[in-house]
């Protein structure tokens, strides 16, 4: 599909195959129904899209998006403010939040440690975690980062900054310690035991936790 | 996915995935991924759309989408002017050139006769298509439009329109009567017999064609 018949389509086309998984049929197919939207709704589309990159804010405590300086969840005084959990990107506070079980607040690492893209703690935001964290107040950190070799790497690495932190606090007076817990990992609700990966089966037997009725 | 937390990050899924097969949680990645793109470049996505809608013009003689008044391929001088491909919309002229099969002329009609969608021929592209076989000139109509039920409606209208334009004509002179023909239907290419569905086979076999070497 290379011959289009008008640049204006095929500039179109090439910005809407852009996109991750948009490959050329699929731009082509939604240029050409946007095009069919009056002009009114084209401007809503386009608009949307550009305001949301200049306007659009990050909270200067969790660093996930929002609309004004502090987000809804920092400000919020329902929430639990003695517990960080500590995420990948916006979309976990979100899937998070789904939920409905969690009620403390969040921090946004906006990535985790991958040497292989070239992404290290320097890029992320491990330092302003930690000085949440330094003063008293917290009681704990959940580190709900991707179960993957990345993920942890930075879990590790985060836990060796807290642990530090800890030891500083100890050469002080009586101050609690805080805890760090990961999330659970093991065979995902409504999997069959047979299909589960032998990795995650085994972490599920290592990691048994006591049957409560 | 209810919970955005901005307005603005959520008026940009709503919008994303007002495209047709674009889920809200596609959307909400695909627009987290534009977030994470350059001023410049989110400028550019928009602005490509937007100038599409604004700009763009369709031809007025074949309808296709184009940046001139009369598209390249209604202007190319190497093209047969005597054959017209009538086509439903912009994706077929497209389908049909890269096959490098056809060198004429395309009429597309902007949709097809389909009474459950309130789409009737008066919404389409017939009577400009009449206009333009009427003078001499063409001497073939393919029509090119889906193996649907619509799309043989379709046919079957331009098909008795044109056939009235022949009666007036002949009670003129002597004009060579125009060759009206449709894409051919069968087993598709690379398919097998037993996994073609009966109605495609059965037609394959009533309008078998003789076998040349």
Redesign the interface.
Known sequence: ?N???????S??V???A?????GRK?A????????R?S?RD????????????????Y?KVCH????QEV???CQSHSRDKQTICVVE???D??SI??TGQYNGLYHVLGGIISPMDGVGPAQLEIDSLVARIAPEGIKEVILALPTTMEGDTTNFYIYKKLQNLQMDKDNQADIAPIKISQIARGVAIGNEIEYTDEITLGRSIVNRIEFKV
Request: hydrophobic share 45%; charged share 15%; glycine share 4%.
């Open positions: 599909m011959n289009y018949p008008s640049i204006l389509l500039d179109a090439e910005q809407m852009s996109l991750p998984g948009v699929t082509l197919r939604l240029v050409l129904h946007l095009l939207q002009g084209v401007e809503a589309f386009a608009g949307a899209m550009l305001r949301l990159k200049q306007e659009v804010k909270c996930t998006i929002s609309d987000c809804s969840i990107n916006v979309q506070v979100m939040e789904n």
